[in-house]
T-cell receptor, first 115, second 110 residues
Framework: EAQVTQNPRYLITVTGKKLTVTCSQN?????MSWYRQDPGLGLRQIYY???????DKGDVPEGYKVSRKEKRNFPLILESPSPNQTSLYFC???FGTGGGNQPQHFGDGTRLSIL | LAKTTQPISMDSYEGQEVNITCSHN???????ITWYQQFPSQGPRFIIQ???TKVTNEVASLFIPADRKSSTLSLPRVSLSDTAVYYC???????????FGSGTRLSIRP
């Protein structure tokens, strides 16, 4: 089954404790992206990657890192999490460069709470 | 990236046809129009995509007038399970950055 898998689905942690949210897709997609969703602010893009070793900032990259060492994986790293990063996070993937003619496939989300 | 405008919310009843219109006055020649559906605490799900005229699939139709400055997502005979937020995105085939608007919160009543 074609899917985007995120782990963990839920995490409660404390300020400053490094964490990684993994994202893996089995569709051989070139494009992968991370979003955060907050009440009243909608979905905002954090980082995206058009292929292995190619990453770029979205609208809200501060406080986050990503890497794309393999085509299928695109982990989101919070080096020093802070409470304002408490949010619902989604990973997505698509063919090509992620352009408007390529629909995104989304994961089920990761709910992060930073205390 | 073309800016889109949608109604914040809409209400309808089971069995009705629902039309959600998205305005995108500054759409460019190479831009595509894509609609997503999102249920609470789930990732958005692709519904339909089009460039011009009409596109229909098993769940919805997308109507795009000749000037392409707006588009209408049509959901036939909605049910309670169609209650969700619907997003309209307009992007060209080479755009890598993605901006979601606020979407339309659709509520279906029995």
């Amino acid at each position: 089954e074609a899917q985007v898998t995120q782990n963990p689905r839920y995490l409660i942690t404390v300020t400053g404790k490094k964490l990684t949210v993994t994202c893996s897709q089995n569709m051989n997609h070139e494009y992968m992206s991370w979003y955060r969703q907050d009440p009243g602010l909608g979905l905002r893009q954090i980082y995206y990657s058009m292929n292995v070793e190619v990453t770029d900032k979205g609208d809200v990259p501060e406080g986050y890192k990503v890497s794309r060492k393999e085509k299928r994986n695109f982990p989101l790293i919070l080096e020093s999490p802070s409470p304002n990063q408490t949010s619902l996070y989604f990973c997505a993937s698509s063919f090509g460069t992620g352009g408007g003619n390529q629909p995104q496939h989304f994961g089920d989300g990761t709910r992060l709470s930073i205390l | 990236l073309a800016k889109t405008t949608q109604p914040i919310s809409m209400d309808s009843y089971e069995g009705q046809e629902v039309n959600i219109t998205c305005s995108h006055n500054n759409i460019a020649t190479n831009d595509y129009i894509t609609w997503y559906q999102q249920f609470p605490s789930q990732g958005p799900r692709f519904i339909i995509q089009g460039y011009k005229t009409k596109v229909t699939n098993e769940v919805a139709s997308l109507f795009i007038p000749a000037d392409r400055k707006s588009s209408t997502l049509s959901l036939p005979r909605v049910s309670l399970s169609d209650t969700a937020v619907y997003y309209c995105l307009v992007r060209n085939s080479s755009a890598s950055k993605i901006i979601f608007g606020s979407g339309t919160r659709l509520s279906i009543r029995p």
